[in-house]
Every structure is written in C-alpha cells, then in structure tokens.
C-alpha cells in the first residue's frame, strides 16, 4: 500500500497538494506515482515567478524508465521550486511528500483546492485503479 | 496476474521482491528495488542475471561448419579450436538483420548458437529454411537453464562454485572461450561491458548456483540495469538498433562481417557489397547529452547533415548523464541536438562504447 498523508489534497494525475500557513501551496508527486515512475534521474522545475493555468504542464519527472509531466492541479503562480532535486532527483523516490516536493505555487483561487480529491477519496481512487 | 512464460527462476525473482514485466512474452523481472544499484553493481562488484528465457540451439551433423559459414555474416571458420566462440549477425538475403547472435565451437563437428528470446520463431524457422541442403540437426535446448555472472568480481565469485569443481578450469578462459562438460558450459561472454561468465545448466544445479550466488552476495539484477549495462558499452539491442530493415554496416557492426575469404558467400553477402560500393547513407553513433534531461528512444536528432533518429537513449548511471545510440546520416559532425519534448539539446557524437569495464570511454 502507498502512503497518502492526510495533510494534503490529491488529483487524478496522482500529485498532492498541501496548503502552506502563508496562503501557498506546495505540490509534489504522489508515493503511487513515485513508485510507478521508478527510480527518478532527472526533475525539471517551474521558474520562481512563472505563471501557470490548471492543466499546464509545468514540470517533468524523468524515471530510469520514462519521462512524464506534472501537470498544475491550480491556477497561480510559482514562488519557488526546490533546487535540492537538480543534484538529487531521487528524494522524490524516498521522500514523497516532504524533501521531494516539487515546487511551490500562489494559488489565483484558495477554494480550487478544496475541490480536489482529500486522502480518503484519492484511497479510494487508487482502490479503483487496482481493480 | 502475469500470463506469460516463466523461467526456472521464477519463484526465486518474486522471493528477491522482483517487480515482473512482461519480455518477449516470458515473465522477467525488470528489478528487485533498484536498477540503479544493480548496475552499479555490477559496473564494480558482481551481479547475476536471469538470461534463461534466451534461445538456446545446438547444431550438430557433418555439415554445421559449412552451413554456419553460409548463414551467418561473421566465419565460424575463424573458430580454430573448439570451445572458441564469436558474435555475428544473421542476415537475410537484402542484408537485413534478422538477429544477433554468439556461436561457439564444440568438441567434434558440434556448435551452440544462443539468439535472442523475442526474436525465437523467426530465428528458428530461418534456421530451419536454409538448413534444408544440409546434413545438419537443430536442436533447441529449453531444457537448459542460463544466468549471466558480470562485473569485475564475477568470475571470483563463481568459481569455487561451479559443479564438478569445474572453476578452476573455468578461470582459465580467455574472452570469448568456453567449456563444456556434459551438462554445463561455461563461457566468458556477457553483454555488460565487463568481465563474467554465461553459464548454462540444467535447471536444478542451476537453481543451487543461483541461491549459492546470492548467499555469497552476488547482486540479483533484472533486464533494466541489463538495459543501461549494455548501453553504456554500446551494445546493441537487437529490435532497436538494428532489425531485418538496417544492415550491419548502418548498425556499427561492420566489424562483426567476415568479408575474406571473398568465396565465402554467406547470405546478404552481395546486397552488403552492393552497399559497401555505394557511399553508406547513415551510421550508428553514440550520443552524450550536454544538457540536463535524457534522451529517449525515437527521438529526432538534428545534424548539419540532416535528421536522424534515437535507436536507444537512456541515462548513464556511469556517467551520470544522458547517452544514446542513434543512426544519423553519415557526414553527420561531431556536435548535434535532440529534440527532447520540443526543445532542442546539444549533444555531442562519440563512437560507443561509454563506458568498457568500468572505465568512462568517452
């Protein structure tokens, strides 16, 4: 069984967000998708500043085995990525939902987020996907 | 639920936490935690491979060496005394490759072929067409099992524990030489880029070797750390870098056809002296990506010569970069890009191998 911590909110692109107490959110990618992905040799990030719409591809993880795109689960705009994944890409492997996020956004709209999937619908979700 | 066929180690890969994939329709497994490990593994201590769902075909009767030399683009003549054995492709009569694959000599008139698994049928029928006006059996040995032994420890670590005591006589092997005792044979090949041993026995014994492998701390490793292994030694894979459509010499394997004796008429003989003749269109080279990212097979590549393609692109866990093989026209210079998810990155073409027994190439 993947880890899916309540503190965050999920999509269906199986990446997780986590509301920061300064209004920004974090974003990273899911245990699921970590381990789906494999061992991860590359994460491309967003620039401070960039603005991005829901759906955007704003990030690439590269696997041993694929490339694949984050996609902006909301609309806003960077404030920061994080420059420990240049030189170690595989935190997001073992640190999913902390050293591994991905990057930071100010979200256009704070109630966007409340419509995304919380820890017991993304279980569920997973559930499905499995059967 | 996985379908496909299974070798005799599957239970063994599933008890090592094995992630299974599909190959060739055989059920394989791709890693056991960590492809990165495993290469590394093997790049500086020792790693075993499961390599049983490979074909494995025995030739006997009066005329294998005649039929060898017919069908295969490399001499089995070159073969001066048994237990030798060399890498060659099978060609059809355009001078495309229908696979690559060692050949070795045995005692008496006897040779063993060892081709690829997913290619198995096409081989086997080939094999069977041109051996019709020959006195020759072909006898596919499933029964056998195989594992590879690779890495700079490997053939230290196998050799007190090979059967029959046969380990000492197995040190004792130069490249591309093997031994053969009743039903196990040893041979120092591999396709990692380092040293090692094939070793192929019948399931049982193989089985022990395996688990005695493991307790003496040999690293199990799955088909992708074999993947960037091969890779970084700029070896082929046979449905990527070349397939019944390129020719040898458009795959960087000219080396690997025998052209003397010029009476020697093998087959795809003349469409390959057709192609010498003419200026060759394209050539197989590697890549090194100056840029962060990694280069995926079927990529474009951009040359001051024209486009050309991405055969196998991945990332070097040697080199902590991205490497490729690619077939670009021939003049291509020695700087070009790959258009990676719609952007452009530099690259610089190198002549593979990457990386020869741990050592960076390029």
Redesign the interface.
Known sequence: MSEVPDSCMYTKDHEWLRLEDDGSVTIGVTDHAQEAL??L??V?TPEAGAAFGVGDACA?V?S????SDIYCPVAGEVTEANAAL?DKPELVNSSPYDDGWVFRLRPENAKAIDELMDAEAYNRFLAELED | MQMGKQTDFFERHLAAGARIVDFGGWDMPL?YG???DEHHAVRNGAGVFDVSHMTVVDVAGADSRNWLRRLLANDVGRLSSPGKGLYSCMLNPAGGVIDDLIVYRRRGSGYRVIVNAATRDTDLEWMQATAADFDVAINERSDLAMLAVQGPAAREKVAPLLPEGLGKEALQLGTFESLDHDDVFVARTGYTGEDGWEILLEPAAARKLWDALIAAGVQPCGL?ARD?LRLEAGLNLYGQDMDTQTSPLVSNLGWTVCWEPGDRDFIGRKALEEQREKELSHRLVGLVLED???I?TGQRVVTDAGDGRVTSG??SPTLEC?IALARVPADAGEHCEVEI?SNLKPARVVRPPFVKQGQRQV
């Open positions: 494999g061992e040799v590359f491309e690439v590269e041993v085995k694929a490339a240049v | 890693h960590s492809q990165l992708g960037t962060r990212g990694v995926r991945g990332f991205s998810r």
